[in-house]
Each structure stands twice: as structure tokens, then as C-alpha cells.
């Protein structure tokens, strides 16, 4: 089990909300409560189908519980979608579950699952009853170097946001230099996040390809761009090389960043090994 810090539980936190008074102080603990809720009831629920899980906080992922994550049957995030997300970068071969434990607060796009029907579901996943998705993930190497899959979205930028982000692309016998706020470049899971707010597809669940899309981009005397966003089939690579000192590679948010210098190169292309994940594939449904 990945489990999320609340808010209102980290140091020095609560006793700053406690003395604002405010609305937003009473939202934070809230969530806290809800959570800790949820987290009793999945104990109790695991607890009757005799499982005695393996915890860790999503804060302290470190070479120890990564190694738990790697070599577990079945990872349960308790939080919601960043603590899903943070977990996924370590699972090989297990399914994962998401379990939002606030949905009150949280979005929890990615989880499929909440207290109110948690003990079901954990019940039917232990029959067979409930299967997990196959959902592809963007595999990223860095200078030859094989970086954790992302199961959203990779974002190629300036570590300052208001700075210019310079890089080449280059796609099958396409290359093209760009000047913009960044490059997304996004699996199907990812195509209704931080894309679609670009003006980017959403995607199936299903499918086996991933897009890529660059943020207000700079279009010389005002031309077309032909790499301006596009999809990476199965088997192709998009290739990407910074034009940047601080350029920066941004794994499914904040939590996972890498270097991005000027000179280096990275190639992104649809993972291998797909992520068994417990979603609910109509939330991805073409509108």
C-alpha cells in the first residue's frame, strides 16, 4: 500500500491552519479525517480476505519500498491521483488499485475505487471477478539512459516557467525547432489531463499510442508548424533535444523530475510492458 501524507498531517502544517480560522483550514482537515477513515476501512476489508499489506508513504519512496512496489502482486494507492501516479512509476508486474480517500476533495480521476465500495471490490478482485486494464505508459530513455515510465505525461520545459522552452523535435524523417511553454507528450491516461487543457485528443483507454503536443508555441512570421502536436505509433520514437541549460524532464507532475541540460537528447516512445491498472475505461470515451 502507497499512502498519501494529508495536508493538515505534515510538519509545521496543522498548527498554521489551525490559526487561520479560515474556510479552507477546515477543508484540509477534513480530508485528513476522511482519509484516515478510509484507511481503517481498508485494513478491516484486507484483513477479512487475510492480507497483512506492505505500507509506505508516498513521501518516503525510497530504494526499499520501491523494491516492495517492484516485486508485490497487487499495489493499492490511498490518496488520490498524484499518489496513483507516484506509485506507478515503480510497478513491473503487478495490477494497481486507486483508492480515493477524500473524494470529497479530491479528483481522483485515476482511482476506481472509494470506501462506500472498497470491501467489494476487494472482494471480487480476489475472486477473478474484477480485472484489471492493460493501459500503455510512455517509456522514456534519457541520453541511453532508461528513466521510470510515466503513466500520464512527460512535460519537456524551462525549469522556470515564465522562460522561453527550446528544444528540437525530430519524428520519423521530420525535425523541426521549437520555442514554446513546453512540450506534453502524453499516454491515453494522460490525454485528459494536462493535454487536453492545451487544446490536445482525448484518447481512448485502449489504445496503443501516445500524442505529443507543444504549449503556446512561437510560430516564426507566423507559420504552420508541422510538428506542433502529432501522435507516437507503436514502434515509432519521438526524439527530443534540449536547447535549454535548465531544461527539465517532469514525470507525471513535480514528484519526478530529471535534468534536461542543452545538448542532451531524449527519446519517448509507447512502453513495452503496460500498467495493469483497475480504471474505468468510459471516462476516456470520445465526447
Given at each position: 500500500?502507497?499512502?498519501?501524507?494529508?495536508?493538515?498531517?505534515?510538519?509545521r502544517v496543522a498548527a498554521r491552519l489551525a490559526r487561520t480560522g479560515r474556510r479552507l483550514a477546515g477543508q484540509v482537515?477534513?480530508?485528513?479525517?476522511?482519509?484516515?477513515?478510509?484507511?481503517?476501512?481498508?485494513?478491516?476489508?484486507?484483513?477479512?480476505?487475510?492480507?497483512?499489506?506492505?505500507?509506505?508513504?508516498?513521501?518516503?519512496?525510497?530504494?526499499?519500498?520501491?523494491?516492495?512496489?517492484?516485486?508485490?502482486?497487487?499495489?493499492?494507492?490511498?490518496?488520490?491521483?498524484?499518489?496513483?501516479?507516484?506509485?506507478?512509476?515503480?510497478?513491473?508486474?503487478?495490477?494497481?488499485?486507486?483508492?480515493?480517500?477524500?473524494?470529497?476533495?479530491?479528483?481522483?480521476?485515476?482511482?476506481?475505487?472509494?470506501?462506500?465500495?472498497?470491501?467489494?471490490?476487494?472482494?471480487?478482485?480476489?475472486?477473478?471477478?474484477?480485472?484489471?486494464?492493460?493501459?500503455?505508459?510512455?517509456?522514456?530513455?534519457?541520453?541511453?539512459?532508461?528513466?521510470?515510465?510515466?503513466?500520464?505525461?512527460?512535460?519537456?520545459?524551462?525549469?522556470?516557467?515564465?522562460?522561453?522552452?527550446?528544444?528540437?523535435?525530430?519524428?520519423?524523417?521530420?525535425?523541426?525547432?521549437?520555442?514554446?511553454?513546453?512540450?506534453?507528450?502524453?499516454?491515453?491516461?494522460?490525454?485528459?489531463?494536462?493535454?487536453?487543457?492545451?487544446?490536445?485528443?482525448?484518447?481512448?483507454?485502449?489504445?496503443?499510442?501516445?500524442?505529443?503536443?507543444?504549449?503556446?508555441?512561437?510560430?516564426?512570421?507566423?507559420?504552420?508548424?508541422?510538428?506542433?502536436?502529432?501522435?507516437?505509433?507503436?514502434?515509432?520514437?519521438?526524439?527530443?533535444?534540449?536547447?535549454?541549460?535548465?531544461?527539465?524532464?517532469?514525470?507525471?507532475?513535480?514528484?519526478?523530475?530529471?535534468?534536461?541540460?542543452?545538448?542532451?537528447?531524449?527519446?519517448?516512445?509507447?512502453?513495452?510492458?503496460?500498467?495493469?491498472?483497475?480504471?474505468?475505461?468510459?471516462?476516456?470515451?470520445?465526447?
Amino acid at each position: 500500500m502507497v499512502v498519501k501524507t494529508p495536508v493538515a498531517s505534515r510538519k509545521r502544517v496543522a498548527a498554521r491552519l489551525a490559526r487561520t480560522g479560515r474556510r479552507l483550514a477546515g477543508q484540509v482537515m477534513d480530508a485528513a479525517s476522511e482519509q484516515q477513515v478510509t484507511l481503517v476501512t481498508l485494513y478491516e476489508a484486507l484483513a477479512r480476505l487475510e492480507i497483512v499489506p506492505t505500507t509506505v508513504s508516498v513521501d518516503a519512496l525510497d530504494a526499499p519500498a520501491r523494491r516492495a512496489i517492484a516485486r508485490a502482486r497487487l499495489v493499492i494507492s490511498v490518496g488520490g491521483d498524484g499518489t496513483l501516479l507516484a506509485a506507478s512509476h515503480w510497478v513491473t508486474g503487478a495490477a494497481l488499485l486507486g483508492v480515493n480517500s477524500a473524494p470529497r476533495s479530491s479528483v481522483g480521476y485515476l482511482t476506481s475505487t472509494r470506501r462506500a465500495t472498497l470491501a467489494r471490490d476487494l472482494r471480487r478482485i480476489a475472486k477473478g471477478e474484477l480485472l484489471p486494464h492493460p493501459v500503455a505508459r510512455v517509456e522514456a530513455e534519457l541520453e541511453g539512459r532508461r528513466l521510470p515510465p510515466a503513466l500520464n505525461d512527460v512535460l519537456v520545459a524551462h525549469q522556470q516557467p515564465a522562460a522561453t522552452s527550446r528544444y528540437r523535435l525530430h519524428l520519423g524523417r521530420q525535425a523541426e525547432d521549437h520555442r514554446s511553454s513546453g512540450l506534453w507528450v502524453s499516454s491515453p491516461a494522460g490525454s485528459t489531463a494536462g493535454i487536453r487543457s492545451a487544446g490536445g485528443i482525448p484518447m481512448p483507454l485502449d489504445v496503443r499510442r501516445l500524442q505529443f503536443r507543444a504549449r503556446e508555441l512561437y510560430r516564426v512570421h507566423g507559420r504552420d508548424a508541422a510538428l506542433a502536436s502529432g501522435f507516437v505509433e507503436e514502434g515509432q520514437a519521438l526524439v527530443v533535444e534540449s536547447a535549454m541549460e535548465a531544461g527539465w524532464l517532469y514525470f507525471d507532475g513535480s514528484r519526478l523530475p530529471f535534468r534536461f541540460p542543452f545538448g542532451a537528447r531524449a527519446t519517448f516512445r509507447v512502453a513495452e510492458r503496460p500498467l495493469l491498472l483497475f480504471a474505468n475505461p468510459a471516462r476516456w470515451a470520445p465526447e
